[in-house]
C-alpha cells in the first residue's frame, strides 16, 4: 500500500511498480470510510488520480490497460447527505475527464461487500466486480512490443530466453 502511494509522489517510486504491467487488470480501491470523512474525501480521490497519472507517466498503464476504480464500504456514505451524492457525482466526472480517453476500458463501480446497515444487501456489486475480472478479455498480443515488459537483468539465463522467445523457442 505504501508502495502505491509513494508511487504518486515521484516517477522513480512509480517505475518500482513495473509488474502492474503484467496484470490482466489495474483496480484502484477508493475506500468509502475515508470517503464519507469530509476531511479525507478529497485526498483519497486526489491520491487516486495522482496515482493513475504517475503510472501512464511512466508507461506502466496505457490505452490497452483494463482499469476499475471501485468505490469501497458504500454503506459508510450517508445517500441521503446532497454532500457526499455531490461528492461522488465531482470523482466520477474527475475520472471520465481525466482519464476516459487514456483508459476507453475504465469502469467505476460502487460496492458494499459486508455492509453495516440495511441499505445494502450482503456483498452488494461484489459479484458483478468478480464476474467482470473472470470474463474473457481481448487477446493480447504478446509479442507486440508495446505490450512485452522489459525484463528485469537479474533474470535466469532461462528466463531471459522465454522472454526473447514467447512461443518457447519451437
Not at 52 to 68: C, D, E, F, P, W
Not at 125 to 142: A, F, M, Q, T, Y
Request: with cysteine; glycine share 4%; aromatic share 8%.
Amino acid at each position: 500500500r505504501r508502495v502505491l502511494f509513494r508511487s504518486s509522489d515521484t516517477e522513480e517510486e512509480a517505475h518500482k511498480l513495473h509488474f502492474i504491467k503484467r496484470a490482466d487488470r489495474f483496480v484502484l480501491l477508493l475506500d468509502g470510510e475515508k470517503l464519507a470523512s469530509r476531511t479525507k474525501r478529497q485526498d483519497v480521490v486526489q491520491r487516486g488520480l495522482l496515482v493513475l497519472r504517475s503510472l501512464v507517466a511512466v508507461g506502466i498503464l496505457n490505452k490497452q490497460s483494463s482499469i476499475q476504480v471501485i468505490f469501497s464500504k458504500l454503506d459508510c456514505l450517508d445517500k441521503t447527505d446532497s454532500n457526499v451524492l455531490g461528492f461522488l457525482q465531482y470523482a466520477r466526472n474527475e475520472l471520465a475527464r481525466q482519464y476516459s480517453n487514456t483508459f476507453p476500458r475504465m469502469t467505476v463501480v460502487e460496492i458494499a461487500a459486508r455492509p453495516q446497515n440495511n441499505l445494502y444487501s450482503f456483498a452488494f456489486g461484489v459479484e458483478d466486480v468478480l464476474s467482470s475480472w473472470l470474463k474473457d478479455n481481448e487477446p493480447i498480443d504478446i509479442k507486440s512490443p508495446q505490450q512485452r515488459v522489459q525484463p528485469q537483468m537479474d533474470l535466469r539465463e532461462a528466463d531471459l530466453f522465454l522472454w526473447r522467445h514467447p512461443s518457447g523457442g519451437v
